[in-house]
């Protein structure tokens, strides 16, 4: 049985796009949080927001 697309290549990068994609919105810097949850203020939705380039997602930036 092979792998899906996805999950061929660096396991380091495997892991760390599930964990953004299970994160959603929380990671993204333009996110809004009311109530406790992050929203997004251009009605944009994860994963589709990826794909702009100006209102899009754009990933919190961590210092180590």
Known sequence: MS???HQ???PAD???RR???D???RVCARAERAFGRAYC???LRF???R???KQGFKLIEVDV
């Open 3 to 5: 792998l899906h697309r």
């Open 14 to 16: 495997i892991i760390e």
């Open 41 to 43: 203020p251009n009605n």
């Open 51 to 53: 794909g702009d380039r």
């Open 19 to 21: 964990d953004i994609r």
């Open 8 to 10: 061929y290549g660096n």
């Open 23 to 25: 994160k959603g919105c």
């Open 47 to 49: 994963p589709a927001c």
